[in-house]
T-cell receptor, first 113, second 112 residues
Framework: GAGVSQSPSNKVTEKGKDVELRCDPI?????LYWYRQSLGQGLEFLIY????????KSGLPSDRFSAERTGGSVSTLTIQRTQQEDSAVYLC???????????FGNGTRLTVT | SQELEQSPQSLIVQEGKNLTINCTSS?????LYWYKQKYGEGLIFLMM?????EEKSHEKITAKLDEKKQQSSLHITASQPSHAGIYLC????????????FGQGTRLTINP
């Protein structure tokens, strides 16, 4: 597609439920990132995929968070047993190579009730 | 770890006025990116700076990176309502993975 696509755009879930957020990066981009943006906060790095290398998971806030990138393209961010503090906008970005600008999707707004 | 501090945190200017947003790093910047975000949308890439003293312009927006590569500024000339939004600077920490670190953002409001 023309840009980074994220789905769903909005997700409301009950506390304790699992959620999956999807990201379709720009075709040909080898790097894929997940960030989290909480109300009034800056962007918090979560995880980074580069080609076939092991992902950099250093930003994941707890073991309830995990992410996969299948076939070097689509990525799924999974949050298990959601908590209210998980409520935020989850942004996905991709880039062509190191040093190239990141292109962001419109994000998924997650609300945990 | 590298931290980016943006100033001001918020800015209200009258349409037609010039304005400047600053981004300061505690460490040398190996790649400095400026983005704009509107409510409910993702980040839109504006400009990337890599060399000390580098300056880039696009339409009425100019971004500069100082010689020491620790501070960048974003200048908007003759501001318009379309410039309103949140401006974020992001930097490459030049350590292994390209894990961009972002400032807290500057919320810009343009009054007609």
């Amino acid at each position: 597609g023309a840009g980074v696509s994220q789905s769903p755009s909005n997700k409301v879930t009950e506390k304790g439920k699992d959620v999956e957020l999807r990201c379709d990066p720009i075709s040909g981009h080898t790097a894929l990132y997940w960030y989290r943006q909480s109300l009034g906060q800056g962007l918090e790095f979560l995880i980074y995929f580069q080609g076939n290398s092991a992902p950099d998971k250093s930003g994941l806030p707890s073991d309830r968070f995990s992410a996969e990138r299948t076939g070097g393209s689509v990525s799924t961010l999974t949050i298990q047993r959601t908590q209210q503090e998980d409520s935020a906008v989850y942004l996905c970005a991709s880039s062509f190579r190191r040093g190239s600008p990141l292109h962001f999707g419109n994000g998924t707004r997650l609300t945990v009730t | 770890s590298q931290e980016l501090e943006q100033s001001p945190q918020s800015l209200i200017v009258q349409e037609g006025k010039n304005l400047t947003i600053n981004c300061t790093s505690s460490k040398t910047l190996y790649g400095l990116y400026w983005y704009k975000q509107k409510y409910g949308e993702g980040l839109i890439f504006l400009m990337m700076l890599q060399k000390g003293g580098e300056e880039k312009s696009h339409e009425k927006i100019t971004a500069k990176l100082d010689e020491k590569k620790q501070q960048s500024s974003l200048h908007i000339t003759a501001s318009q309502p379309s410039h309103a939004g949140i401006y974020l600077c992001g930097a490459d920490n030049n350590q292994g993975a390209q894990k961009l670190v972002f400032g807290q953002g500057t919320r810009l409001t343009i009054n007609p």
